[in-house]
């Protein structure tokens, strides 16, 4: 596991943040480790993205799916209509997509931008 300082002092940076990654050589990241975040609390299928969920942090892409049986009470508003679920894809493929239980804490920090 490899770590990635964000500094708070980059205007376009959304704040200093230090997150795990565990990904392949990607176009996100040069020798540096360099990534440019735009903050935002939004984000559009497959956008990569930084997350907080469960108190952790995380840099993957942003999906929806359809919730199982399970969980679609949790994903239904007051007029009975079912949203889709939040997914959290990895850009590496030996790890499984988190799907994002409402039970615990979920935060978009920003979009990546590079």
């Known amino acids: 596991m490899r770590y990635c300082e964000i500094p708070a002092s980059s205007a376009s940076v959304c704040r200093k943040s230090?997150?795990?990654?565990?990904?392949?050589?990607h176009k996100y990241f040069n020798k540096l480790c360099s990534i440019w975040v735009k903050r935002c609390e939004e984000l559009e299928c497959g956008d990569i993205g930084i997350f907080?969920?469960?108190?952790?942090?995380?840099?993957k892409k942003y999906d929806e799916h359809t919730?199982?049986?399970?969980q679609a009470?949790?994903?239904?508003?007051?007029?009975?209509?079912?949203?889709n679920q939040p997914v959290l894809v990895s850009l590496n493929t030996k790890y499984s997509p988190i799907l994002i239980s409402p039970e615990q804490r979920f935060e978009v920090v920003g979009k990546v931008l590079n």
Not at 52 to 59: A, I, Q
């Open 18 to 25: 230090r997150i795990d990654y565990d990904i392949p050589r």
């Open 52 to 59: 907080v969920y469960d108190d952790c942090g995380y840099l």
């Open 67 to 70: 919730p199982d049986k399970s």
């Open 73 to 83: 009470e949790f994903f239904t508003d007051s007029y009975g209509v079912v949203h």
